[in-house]
């Protein structure tokens, strides 16, 4: 806080975490006990990797977010590009940040 009389927000807690998708392409994050108010605002990022891969956040708690990991292959169909079914993807690494609301 400066002391001219400005207003300074305080800083919201921000955690940040990475972990590998298992056979069924789930990743769970545990958050510290008491870092966070309630659910946090999670940003996700996806290591690189053949073919097209989607995350999703399946559950959301204070303590606790999983997160649902899908790859598809491309396929082309007529000289058009598409996607080929999502299957799970497991042993991808998906980072995660985490900020309170």
């Not at 919201?12 to 056979?23: L, M, Y």
């Not at 204070?62 to 598409?82: D, E, K, N, R």
């Amino acid at each position: 806080m400066s002391t001219d009389g400005d207003y300074a927000a305080p800083q919201r807690r921000q955690e940040r975490a990475k972990a590998v998708t298992d056979g069924n392409g789930i990743a769970t994050f545990n958050w510290p006990a008491g870092a966070f108010t309630g659910p946090p605002v999670v940003a996700l990022a996806v290591e690189a990797g053949a073919g097209f891969r989607s995350a999703r956040i399946a559950s959301n708690t204070a303590a606790q977010t999983t997160v649902h990991v899908m790859a598809a292959a491309g396929v082309t169909v007529l000289g058009i590009g598409v996607l080929a079914t999502g299957a799970n993807a497991p042993g991808i690494t998906v980072h995660a940040t985490a900020t309170d609301p």
